[in-house]
């Protein structure tokens, strides 16, 4: 959807896109893909019951809330918010003359009207070339941030051609592989830039990375 100040795509049905037969994978509700212009954003707006995780890829997003939290968050780091009980947010790209693209993730949570929480923090530190590096996790003293859901995500940036495995972290979870840039095989199915595949119904993963490619790997628990 080209709104103008926002370039938005949804992997899931989402606003104005509604496809029942892509409601979700598993607990992931949501997948959006935003270009938000200079000097746009998202007013102040209302969730609950949602663990929402925003990965900037370029520029910086300028987050409000409810919780009296203000700042911005940028390239190469990682914010949750766990929305609980409720909360009132805004998103601004305040930068004048660059536009910000992020990814933001919602996941359903596996408890119901937490006190809200919101969390972010650099992940550059976690980066690593040509293996799976986790910035996210169920556990609080884990690499990178945590939510309320049986869920890990996994980033690789790869530099030369790799052959990788991942090994699922619990019986009954799936993976969303979301190639943010460059080129993976997994099996015979070839991914680009911007391409996704949902594999479940296996403990590991195998993947051939090309040079000059990034990956987003999502596990979560298929039972929703």
Do not use: C
């Not at 550059?124 to 859901?149: A, C, T």
């Not at 530099?159 to 840039?181: A, H, R, S």
Request: aromatic share 10%; hydrophobic share 35%.
């Amino acid at each position: 959807a080209d709104h103008g100040w926002l370039n938005a795509n949804h992997s899931f049905s989402f606003a104005q896109y509604y496809n029942p037969k892509r409601m979700n994978f598993g607990a992931l509700r949501v997948l959006n893909d935003d270009t938000i212009a200079p000097g746009m954003g998202f007013g102040t707006h209302p969730h609950d019951n949602m663990e929402i995780i925003t990965i900037p890829l370029e520029g910086d997003l300028e987050h409000k809330d409810s919780m009296g939290n203000v700042g911005a968050i940028n390239e190469g780091e990682i914010q949750v918010m766990s929305a609980g009980s409720g909360v009132q947010h805004s998103e601004y790209n305040k930068n004048p003359d660059k536009h910000t693209n992020l990814l933001q993730l919602w996941v359903m949570p596996n408890i119901q009207n937490v006190t809200p929480r919101y969390d972010q923090k650099s992940i550059r530190e976690l980066k690593k070339n040509n293996v799976f590096y986790q910035v996210l996790s169920p556990n609080k003293g884990d690499d990178g941030m945590w939510i309320h859901q049986d869920a890990w995500f996994q980033l690789g940036d790869f530099d030369q051609t790799t052959t990788k495995e991942y090994q699922l972290k619990k019986n009954g979870n799936g993976v969303y592989v979301f190639v943010i840039d460059g080129s993976f095989t997994i099996g015979d199915q070839l991914l680009n830039k911007r391409d996704a595949l949902g594999v479940w119904d296996t403990d590991k993963i195998s993947f051939v990375a090309q040079p000059q490619s990034q990956v987003l790997l999502v596990e979560v628990p298929m039972y929703f």
